[in-house]
């Protein structure tokens, strides 16, 4: 495929099959991450136009989220079903049914023939009446499509849509699937509202728009921009991409005027990040603090090279110097007895199943399976132990997942009081009125998409006995 006449439809299909991990001939190899993966399309192929850019986005994203519901349709009309198929022909159906399903702006008949096109393309002539037959019977029917159940119509694994219907019940579990499913706008947060103004002229000279977050007068949603680093004040540090959800769990370590108590001791505040990536909430942190005349060093780490790398330029770019914010590379699960109860803040989000993402990162309901869990809720308390240690008498611990799990989220928040002897503090005065609930009263909250605006999150904040 030449870069002077690039076939979008191809390089799709290519996509899709990098993130399933198959090559054309059957073979299987390391899948990529689809967040990765199109952002770095996008940066290759820069010189497309926003147009078909926005269409590259659109199909790879829009094939990968309801693949499940996908196969369904397609084994609903086809006599060879999607798992028998060649993987190249799989993933032409794939983003052919989601054209006609979906994309209101593509004629059926250009998306059968595309595919046919496709198809031959990539050698299978002999098919591409096969193709032809099968999406036309589809295009034919599409008003009359069932869908047996919630798994289909939403297109989630079985197993998550049972996990979530036993902790919420069916009404709210559908909201959640609707809110994965629903346009998922950048935020950001601006550190200088300055900026504000600019970067809002910026996207609405290209067609895009920006809106404030309810939650937080700093947060703002952006929509339809392809490369928010080109965005005035990107560069020099006006604004952090960053869920408010993220944003909320920073705000929430400062509940019952604890910011008060560290301005009234006058002394340097030690804040340790154990899992940072990309930096977002020890930025935040760092911001409040300065903005309250609270004198602090924050250390943010991560356990790879690139992870630190990420932050370290994240870091350089919002203008934060080594004396207040530092980036560096530590396993959290591998306990320091160096740094046992040094720290007045430890913010542990710590590594999770990420179901409460599925939103941005589509393909992590294919890769996640029930039986991970148990593995990844022990390296979890492997790294709060090591946290909660960390943290001094009258300290705090921010204990956050990006998953929507009981048992990462509301039985570890149990195990660090039980067993690590860690006292909920309540987070209800730090959250807007409006998503205040009963559990955030006793310290902990779970965000849901759709219902509460935000990615599926988990907040906890808990304090350390003693040091009054």
Same mark, same amino acid.
């Given at each position: ?12 299909? %290519? ?20 967040n ?12 497309l ?7 590259i986005?659109?199909l790879f ?39 006609i ?20 393309k ?14 036309r ?15 289909? /119509? ?7 849509v ?5 902790? @919420? ?5 559908i ?21 504000? $103004?600019?970067?809002?002229r910026?996207? %609405? ?6 809106t ?26 006006? @604004? ?10 920073? $705000? ?5 005027? &604890? ?25 935040l ?7 309250a ?5 924050? %250390?943010?780490?991560?356990?790879? $090279? ?7 330029e994240? &870091?350089?770019r ?15 699960a ?13 913010? #542990? ?13 589509r ?11 148990? =593995?990844?809720?022990?390296l ?7 946290? #909660? =240690? ?8 921010? @204990?956050?997942?990006?998953?929507i ?15 690590l002897?860690?006292a909920?503090?309540?987070?209800d005065?730090?959250?807007?009125e409006?998503?205040r609930?009963e559990?955030?009263e006793r ?6 998409? /759709? ?11 808990l /304090?350390?006995?003693?040091? %009054?």
């Open positions: 495929m030449s870069d002077e006449n690039i076939n979008l439809r191809l390089l799709v299909m %290519e996509m899709l099959m990098s993130v399933t991990g198959e090559q054309g001939r059957g073979e299987r190899r390391g899948a990529v991450y689809s990765v993966l199109v952002r770095d399309v996008l940066n290759k192929y820069n010189y136009s926003r147009q078909e850019k926005s269409f986005k659109r994203e829009g094939t990968l989220e309801r693949m499940i519901e996908l196969d369904v349709v397609i084994d609903s009309y086809s006599k060879v079903k999607t798992n028998k198929m060649k993987p190249v022909i799989r993933a032409i159906m794939r983003l052919s049914v989601y054209q399903l979906y994309m209101d702006s593509v004629p059926d008949s250009a998306a059968c023939n595309e595919a046919v096109k496709l198809a031959q990539k050698g299978f002539s002999t098919l591409k009446g096969f193709v032809n037959g099968v999406l019977s589809i295009a034919k029917n599409k008003g009359n499509i069932q869908y047996p159940d919630l798994s289909v /119509k939403y297109s989630m694994p079985e197993w998550i049972a996990l979530w219907t036993s902790r @919420f019940g069916e009404e709210k579990t909201a959640i699937l609707e809110g994965l499913l629903m346009e998922h706008p950048v935020t950001v947060r601006f550190r200088s509202m300055d900026a504000k $103004e600019e970067v809002q910026a996207l %609405e000279a290209h067609g895009g728009s920006m404030s977050h309810p939650y937080l007068e700093y947060a703002f949603k952006i929509t339809k921009t392809d490369d928010i680093t080109r965005l005035p004040h990107y560069a020099d540090g006006g @604004f952090a991409v960053q869920d408010v959800s993220s944003m909320l769990a920073v $705000e929430s370590v400062f509940a019952g005027g &604890f910011m008060e108590e560290l301005r009234a001791a006058k002394e340097k505040v030690r804040i340790l990040d154990v899992c940072a990536a990309p930096g977002g909430k020890s930025m942190m760092a911001d409040l603090l300065r903005g005349g609270v004198d602090f060093q924050i %250390e943010a780490r991560d356990i790879s $090279e690139n992870k630190v790398r990420i932050m370290s994240n &870091f350089s919002c203008g934060f110097t080594g004396a207040e914010l530092t980036a560096g590379i530590r396993d959290a591998i306990p320091e007895a160096s740094e046992s109860e040094t720290a007045d803040i430890v913010i #542990a989000d710590v590594p999770c199943s990420g179901l409460g993402v599925i939103g941005k990162k393909d992590i309901k294919y890769r996640m399976t029930q039986e991970q869990i148990a =593995d990844i809720v022990n979890q308390r492997r790294i709060l132990k090591n946290a #909660a =240690d960390m943290v001094k008498p009258g300290g705090r611990l921010l @204990f956050c997942t990006c998953t799990n009981c048992a990462e989220n509301e039985q570890n928040f149990k195990w660090l009081t039980d067993e002897k860690m909920p503090v309540p987070i005065g730090a959250l807007p409006c998503i609930t559990s955030a310290g902990c909250m779970q965000l849901l998409p /759709k219902l509460h605006d935000t990615d599926g999150f988990f907040v906890s904040v /304090k350390k006995q003693g040091g %009054e």
